[in-house]
């Protein structure tokens, strides 16, 4: 991954948060013919939005919902199709994982695309469930969840004592 990376949270209706929209639509709903309207559900006026940029084009996505009670969602990480295999959603799922941390997570979950379950599984989460068409794209997914009840933030070391 090249230096000049840039990763944080935007807010929603920004540039940003536009292009990142612009990018999940590419990505996963515009070869299907489905308008960007498609990504308009409950959660994306409500949830927090990560971008990754690279030479201030967004090239990577991820959105984090709080459901309350100490479960957080994670959804519709995109990473630009020239850029995957750079650790760049590997600095998303870890942004998003200490961010619900941080914000009390006892359980953090997410919809992923069978084809993407390795990349889930190296990053602590585990499948639950039976594999499901999603809703939106008809593409199989499948529950996965990583518990992080008395866990020190992801990816640093348990504090002792």
């Known amino acids: 991954m090249q230096e000049n990376v840039d ?5 929603y209706g920004s540039r940003e948060w536009h292009e990142g929209r612009a990018l999940r639509h ?3 709903y515009q070869a299907l013919g489905h ?8 959660q994306e006026h409500h949830s927090a939005h990560l971008v990754v940029q690279e030479n201030g084009k967004v090239v990577g996505y ?6 309350g009670a100490g479960e957080f969602q ?6 630009d199709a020239d850029r995957q ?3 760049i ?3 998303i799922i870890k942004r998003l994982v200490n961010q619900a941390f941080d914000g009390g997570a006892k359980r953090i979950w997410l919809n992923a695309r069978t084809s993407a379950t390795r990349f889930y599984e190296k990053e602590g989460f585990r499948p639950c469930g039976k594999v499901f068409p999603s809703e ?3 593409l199989p997914h499948i529950k996965m969840q990583l518990m992080l009840a008395a866990c020190a933030p992801y990816g640093q070391p348990d504090k002792k004592g």
């Open 7 to 11: 990763i944080r949270f935007v807010e």
């Open 26 to 28: 590419k990505l996963f």
């Open 35 to 42: 308008p960007q309207s498609v990504m308009d559900d409950d």
């Open 62 to 67: 991820g959105r984090l919902f709080d459901h």
């Open 74 to 79: 994670i959804s519709q990480m995109a990473v």
């Open 85 to 87: 295999g750079r650790g």
């Open 89 to 91: 959603g590997k600095l």
């Open 136 to 138: 939106k794209t008809g």
